[in-house]
């Protein structure tokens, strides 16, 4: 098996930069990965009543403290957020880190931060129908001068954007989606795709359940490519795990993650994605063993 697959992971923002957080950071560049990811949320789940910090400002500090590492959201959504502000603020990111940032996109859901601004949380039809129009203008606001647009939900007037990016065209979008019109946003704006698998199969499927879900998902990340005459090969595939059927399996051991990474690598992910460990929640593992995963699993992978 080849070697390029990659492996990366989130930090979650639980922790003061001077109390450990600029140590995960700078500890995950040492470890090697290819990334590290950080979830842009308002809070989060079971985290709601303890400390979260925001993921931009996360982000820059982590770009001062690292020198090689990409970095990343996984996900920013529409749910508080705006194109013209955001695109301001990845421009910045992007040159503070020398062009290290690859931003995650998803439509969001109906957690906290769906209600977070004093709004009714959005249908389904209407995150979809959101998503639809802010990945395209901030895909413009990203690689265009002065953008004026006019939307539904997402309007800009001569909103500047110089000198732009430093990864040019921009900075790449990761785009997390299943349904069919976010699988074709993926295709249209996507440098790179993202998944957790299937959310019906968490409770009660089987891995190889599992395994069958997300080949339908790539077969369907394909035709949407297809459809537009792009090579379905050419978008990075990123499995966040943490959210299938083996999740507390995945972490065990080396030979437990080299077997789950196989597995998918076969099925055509470039990516994976594991979370540090967070103790007494659904990201506990112990850190000796997460370590070793980071530099150890490639190696086997390749062998």
């Not at 990811?37 to 690292?66: E, I, M, N, Q, V």
């Not at 959201?73 to 940032?101: M, Q, Y």
């Not at 990474?261 to 967070?278: C, K, S």
Request: a negative charge; one cysteine or more; hydrophobic letters at 40%.
């Amino acid at each position: 098996m080849s070697t390029s697959l990659r492996l990366s992971t989130v930090i979650l923002p639980l922790h003061r930069w001077q109390e450990g957080g600029r140590a995960r950071w700078q500890r995950a560049e040492e470890l090697g990965f290819h990334a590290a990811y950080t979830y842009d949320h308002l809070s989060w789940r079971s985290f709601r009543d303890g400390p979260w910090f925001g993921a931009l400002p996360t982000l820059t500090a982590a770009a001062g403290a690292t020198t090689r590492m990409r970095l990343g959201t996984l996900v920013t959504s529409p749910n508080f957020r705006h194109p013209v502000t955001l695109a301001k603020e990845l421009i910045s990111l992007d040159d503070v880190s020398g062009g290290r940032i690859t931003l995650g996109i998803g439509a969001g859901g109906n957690g906290f931060d769906a209600t977070a601004l004093g709004q009714e949380p959005w249908t389904p039809r209407e995150r979809a129908d959101r998503f639809a129009e802010f990945v395209p203008l901030l895909d413009r606001l990203l690689t265009e001068g002065a953008v004026s647009a006019q939307g539904t939900f997402y309007s800009a007037e001569e909103a500047r954007n110089l000198p732009g990016c430093v990864q040019r065209p921009r900075l790449p979008f990761a785009v997390a989606a299943t349904g069919p019109r976010g699988l074709k946003l993926a295709a249209r704006h996507g440098q790179a795709w993202v998944t957790t698998g299937d959310p019906k199969l968490y409770e009660a499927g089987t891995p190889e359940q599992s395994v069958e879900a997300l080949r339908g998902q790539l077969d369907k990340l394909g035709k949407a490519c297809a459809d537009i005459g792009r090579d379905p090969a050419e978008p990075d595939k990123i499995l966040l795990t943490g959210f299938t059927p083996d999740r507390g399996r995945i972490l065990e051991s080396v030979d437990a993650f080299v077997d789950f990474a196989g597995r998918h690598a076969e099925l055509g992910f470039t990516e994976i994605v594991v979370h540090w460990p967070v103790p007494d929640s659904d990201f506990a593992a112990d850190e000796e063993v997460f370590e070793r995963i980071a530099t150890e699993a490639l190696a086997q992978l390749g062998g």
